[in-house]
């Protein structure tokens, strides 16, 4: 199993930064492509940004140019950076690992992002 740990959410103002973590631990020998995602009530999940164990990146339309997504392999951890936040932004942040083996698809347990006006 592998288990994921997100930090660094919290309330910030309209145009303000925060950064999230996702720490990786236990079995994650096959790690590829991580992923943030957030839901906000009432809404679906949504992929918010991604990266491949290359360093390959794909973002969600509404964070592009503002959101940049991260990894640290040595200290198993994927960052999300996120600049210009707006209050559509607030979320349950999500962080999500694939394993090339199975169980493959693990979930953090998720961290709130809360951007006033």
């Known amino acids: 199993q592998v288990q994921l740990v997100e930090s660094g959410g919290g309330l910030v103002q309209s145009g303000g930064s925060l950064r999230l973590s996702c720490l990786a631990s236990?079995?994650?020998?096959?790690?590829?492509?991580m992923r943030w995602f957030r839901q906000a009530p009432g809404r679906e999940r949504e992929l918010v940004a991604g990266i491949s164990s290359s360093g390959a990146t794909n973002y969600g339309d509404s964070v592009k140019g503002r959101f940049t997504i991260s990894r640290d392999n040595g200290k198993n951890t994927v960052y999300l950076q996120m600049n210009s936040l707006k209050p559509e932004d607030t979320a349950v942040y999500y962080c999500?690992?694939?394993?090339?083996?199975?169980?493959?698809?693990?979930w953090g347990q998720g961290t709130q992002v809360t951007v006033s006006s």
């Open positions: 999500n690992a694939h394993r090339l083996i199975s169980p493959s698809n693990f």
């Open positions: 236990g079995s994650i020998f096959g790690l590829n492509v």
